[in-house]
């Protein structure tokens, strides 16, 4: 049988009821845009998260780009106060992190990541920091998070913000100064993504901007509705960002069974990670001491990855590949003065990595199948 890297049918099937029953009260409402359901998910979404502050936007991307525009003095109307213009992402993950660092008028500054856990580390963001850094943007990728602490106590001390990029890691957790503490609240800001094929996601895209920052939360609230909270009275320029209502209720219903589906994807871990283990040359990824993995994604490392995407296209078998061009190399940043061999982890890995189906309802037998013919490729690859 074939088996997809992911599917949403399943997960919707599995709750059908209670969404369409969300999606109808919103047609009777007919209130589409922000509203009770918006206000409802962040007072939600915060007290799941331990924030203060949750406030939702039309997508993961400007989860990432609001917050940065609400640092600049340039943007919110306080003229230049901090001439520090660099933010330090990694070379290593969705365009996006970079990307919102540009529009927001910063200049990226990309840093290598730990081979084990795809993160980046006190050590590779120190590599790059400059006394023009004015923030940092740990992602936790793949559902994993960065070692926050660490990063926080360096970013203190060098009067730097930390922007968690948690796009793909909402549930995810770690443990800091004994106490867990939840992805998008170790930080400074937090971005989460609710586009349809996260842990969490919803009937199209939305977004969620998290912080302990009174400040901050208040220019985001105002750049996310063209620059202010009264209609017609602009103390800032904003833009259009609002969270649909319709993908709130989506959400709201979704939240309650997302630890579950969390259990349900670091179960299907363990089980690959039983069948996998001893295939050699193939390397499994890792969860570092102290956290809690939610496996937005099961990314295996391999140098023969080309040769197994075909193995497993031949046998119709879903996987993904991210990502096959680190940022530094991407044609846009070309400006920006990073060569091919400055980032050699990351390179590296955009060569080797592929992403296994993890999804909640993917099942024992399916799992056997996807773990079969990676050793089968493996055995054929070695006799070969």
Known sequence: MAVPLLDLKAQYDSIREDLDAAV??????????????????????????????AIGCASGTDALLLPMKAIDPCVTGEGVTDDRREVIVPAFTFFA???????????????????????VTPDTLDEVWTEQTRA?????????????????????????????????????????????VMAG?????????????????????????????????????KLRVHGGRQMYHHEMVGTNSRLDALQAAVLRVKLGHLDDWADARRANACRYHERLADVEGLTLPTTAEGNWHVYNQYTIRTSRRDRL?????????????YYPMPLHLQACFSGLGVSAGDLPVSERLCGEVISLPIFPELGEDRIDQVAHAIREFFDADAAA
């Open 136 to 180: 940092v943007v740990p992602v936790h990728l793949f559902g994993q998070m960065a070692p926050m602490a660490e990063i926080n106590e360096m970013a203190a001390e060098r009067d730097a913000i930390v922007f968690e990029d948690a796009a793909q890691a909402i549930g995810a957790r770690q443990e800091i100064d004994g106490e867990p």
């Open 24 to 53: 109808m009260d919103v047609v009777e409402s007919q209130w589409f845009v922000m509203g009770p359901n918006v206000e409802a998910l962040e007072a939600e979404i915060a007290e799941y998260l331990g924030v203060p502050h």
């Open 309 to 321: 995407r075909e193995f497993l296209t031949e046998r119709d078998i879903g996987f993904g590949v």
């Open 97 to 119: 992190t970079a990307g919102a660092v540009w529009n927001a008028g910063f200049k990226p500054v990309f840093c290598d990541v730990d081979p084990v856990t795809f993160n």
């Open 185 to 221: 609240a170790a930080g400074e800001v937090g971005a989460i993504s609710f586009f349809p094929s996260k842990n969490l996601g919803g009937f199209g895209d939305g977004g969620m901007v998290t912080t302990h920052d009174d400040e901050i939360a208040e220019r985001v609230r």
